[in-house]
């Protein structure tokens, strides 16, 4: 028994039973919000009893879930989540901020924030006896996918642009999926996986398309509320989260989170919520900028392969994030990028590009005094460095080779 009642459309609101539609509102294609049983929830709970929990992963948020316990003991699925907050004293000496935190899904067991989708995905795949689970993905969402469904022994099949980056495909065959890449982009690959999963009767992950993925994603702002906003009084001046944006879906994901916690009377202070694009692939921020909800794709170029999308899935839910939370969205250029990376390597945090993304925005809230030291910051950093090692040597110099004496060290070494 979950809490699980229903969907509502986020663009039309329409109501829907967990048995009516599976994937997006048939009236107009708008992405579906889960509806829980909010006053069940806080008749049987309080907050003690999720936060006395002692299973330290996303899962400890199971009443807060729409799927039942997928068991899965012992296997990586069961770690998914409750990943570290650093404080990253450097940072904030360098930037004057009184209160920083980071929080690494770079330690999922896929290495991305992506597992988090992907493991209430399977649990739901399991719960409805799904034989097959298909994604299409930039890489870490199929990656998640690929892993998490491994660990129970689900068939995965997944779709990927070929320009994905190589260590992104290794993690895909390793994990034992189906893998195909496909002569086009991200969103090339969407669509075809919509139209294969229609075809062959797969259960679709497709980010933001499947209500389930903003179910998984809100998990890290459950995670937020223990790890640092319970410590907050109402009087106290919000939190201030950077994310990174590509379909929108972990950004509305968020804040579907902090949503729930709204409802249950759990949270004091809604945080603001700071959306981060590539300057090459903004529609989302192109949207806010436009005061519209009105997404009108691009045609998206950026290092940052994860958040490279010409029409993001979700991306009214994710304007609504900033809007609704009094937060921004801001664009980066791929240089200023690279250069989060090497910042970010310099205190001991290996980001991929899209996670480095989120950091680099802070850095120009911070230049343009949007954000003061006196703020609360958090920045979420979305991926492992080691899922993209050709984007990481851009924000590097190349080691030096040189003959193993010591003439040709203290020659280098200008000793
Ligand atoms: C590392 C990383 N960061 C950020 C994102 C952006 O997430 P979303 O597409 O839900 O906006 C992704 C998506 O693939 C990602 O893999």
Redesign the pocket.
Known sequence: MTNFVGYHCSLCGKEYTPDQVTYTCPLDGGNLDVVLDYEHINQHYEIGDITSRTDYSLWRYLPLLPVEDPGGEGTTLRYAGWTPLYTLPLVQKKYGLKSFWMKDEGKNPTA???DRASAVLVARALQIGAEVVVTA?????GAALAGMAAAVGQKAVIFAPKSAPPAKVAQLLIYGAQVILVDGSYDDAFDLTIQAANEFGWYCRN??YNPFTAEG?KTAALEIWEQVLLGLEPDDAPLNIFV????????SGVHKGFKDLQKLGWLKVMPRLFGIQSEGSAAVANAFRDKTETITPVSATTIAD??S?DL?R?GVR?VRAATQTNGAYLTVKDDEIIAAIGELGKVGVFT?P??ATAYAGLKKAIETSVITGEDRVLVLN??NGLKDVRAAMMAVKEAPVIAPNMDALKKHLGA
């Open positions: 991305s924030f992506k993905s930039t890489g870490n969402a980010t933001g994603k990174s944006v590509g379909d929108g879906n972990i950004i994860s958040i999308v993001p979700d994710a991929e899209a996670g979305t991926g």
